[in-house]
């Protein structure tokens, strides 16, 4: 199965990509986590993105859809596919057709997380995760059982994203309302879309898009 999981920054993309490879043994294929292992790594791509990144502009159509790419030709031909933060523009949303079809894939589901944005400037500059795990934190919302702890594998050490601050983020939400949401309508008339409130519960919006996935 490859779905897509369209909706702003804050969403909770990242969240529920994170529980269906959990659960099902799908692979997540985050274009904002690629993004930053190569900016970290300091490669050609990571140089160009960097800057980019930090503004909340859109990095390159070419750039995301070559990462897409390889790590799709990364993956066995029976692993599902979870898009995160990709398609973003309708280049991408076109590329990702002529990908998929290339390998003898086709796209099941467009979830679209529905949220309130006045909401997402608080679920976002609030947001942090464990430096050696990776597993997400809120400052209000979900914190550590033991402050300075990670839940999951007990490490200390928690960091941010340099573009989760406010000013970046109205950018962010603006490049998803002129670029991202138009791509919308062209799934919507392949009658893949399914909408889901991405303002519920995370538990409730996991079961809801568990509820698509095995429709
Ligand atoms: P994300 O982690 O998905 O919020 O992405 C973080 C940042 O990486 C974005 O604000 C963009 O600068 C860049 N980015 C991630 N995915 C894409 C994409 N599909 N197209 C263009 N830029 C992207």
Known sequence: MNIILLGPPGAGKGTQAQRLVEKHGMRQLSTGDMLRAAVKAGTPTGLEAKAVMERGELVSDAIVSALIGDELDSMGAESGAIFDGYPRTEAQAESLDSILEARGRKLDHVIELDV????????????????????GYHDTFEKPQVEGTCDKCGGHEFKRRPDDNAETVRTRMAEYRAKTAPILPVYEVRGIVSKVDGMA???????????????
């Open 201 to 215: 519960d995370m538990d409730e919006v996991t079961a809801a898009i568990e509820a698509i996935l095995a429709k």
């Open 116 to 135: 309130n944005e006045d909401a997402l400037v608080e679920r976002i500059t609030g947001r942090f995760t464990c430096a050696s795990c990776g597993k």
